[in-house]
């Protein structure tokens, strides 16, 4: 069923839009206004001007990357986001005519944005989306059907038990699943997960306190294998040499040659 549309002006939105900051997610709900231009001209604020939380604007890239999975749209496939944040990714994968767009967080701040949005967007489709406040450990007692397509961003190194948090998505996922996870980039060699405490107060970070850093592709890759993914594609690696972290991007498929369309050279 399709959300009631927004009857609020537009000086009533930007009014609600400033009163739920800090957004990290840029989504347009008119054609003049979208949650992240209400604070800048771009959609965009690092972490020291937005309350401590980045402000992005992926809509381009993350549609480029669906229409390189799914030349002929996403008509009659479904799409889960695992930590969806504001929902930004549930939104654009409905303009793509996902049949079914489902996010979950744990956090209510941004779980209430999420819905917000889905009351007031008003350029695109907003029926068959629905969000969740919940964790991700709890996702098994939803017995929801797998999905095609899987989003796992920002939630990796933020887990107590990632590898279960992870095994929960995977088993989830029909056909591709997206890995996009910070990684510690101290430069140790051995395979592994480096220990990471992070407090539980900050809207971007977990919220169980002990949380563990992925130390090389190498270590997602053999994750995944070991969760039935036959094909991965690094589709993304940031890398500064100045930095302890390193953030970078998987997408793993179940089928061999799924990922042909994916505009990288990095493979394994």
């Known amino acids: 069923m399709e959300s009631p549309k927004s009857v609020c002006s537009q000086e009533e939105l930007v009014s609600e839009i400033r009163a739920m900051a800090p957004w990290h997610h840029d989504i347009a709900l008119t054609p003049d206004l979208s949650t992240g231009r209400v604070f800048s001209e771009t959609g965009r604020l690092l972490p020291p001007e937005n309350q401590g939380v980045s402000l992005i ?86 017995n929801w059907e797998p999905f095609d397509l899987v989003y796992f961003s920002g939630i990796f190194y933020h887990l107590p038990d990632p590898i279960t948090g992870l095994k929960i ?62 094909e991965m594609v690094l589709a993304a690696d940031q890398t500064n040499p100045t930095s302890l972290r390193r953030r970078v991007e998987i997408y793993a498929a179940r089928e061999p040659g799924r990922l042909d369309g994916i505009k990288t050279d990095l493979k394994t």
């Open 57 to 142: 604007s992926p809509r381009e890239k993350f549609l480029r990357r669906l229409q390189e999975l799914y030349p002929a749209g996403m008509s009659g496939k479904s799409f889960l986001d695992c930590a969806c944040n504001a929902g930004g990714y549930c939104f654009w994968a409905r303009e793509q005519d996902v049949a079914r767009a489902v996010g979950f967080d744990v956090r209510k701040h941004w779980i209430d944005q999420a819905k917000f949005v889905l009351q007031h967007r008003q350029v695109a489709p907003v029926d068959n989306i629905e969000f969740h406040e919940m964790d991700l450990y709890d996702l098994p007692q939803r």
């Open 169 to 230: 998505a995977a088993d989830l996922t029909r056909d591709v699943l997206v890995l996009n996870t910070s990684m510690d980039n101290s430069g140790v060699e051995t395979l592994g997960l480096k220990l990471s405490i992070e407090g539980t107060e900050p809207l971007m970070s977990g919220v169980h306190e002990l949380a563990w850093l992925p130390n090389n592709p190498e270590t997602l890759y053999a994750i995944l294998r070991w969760m039935g993914f036959r």
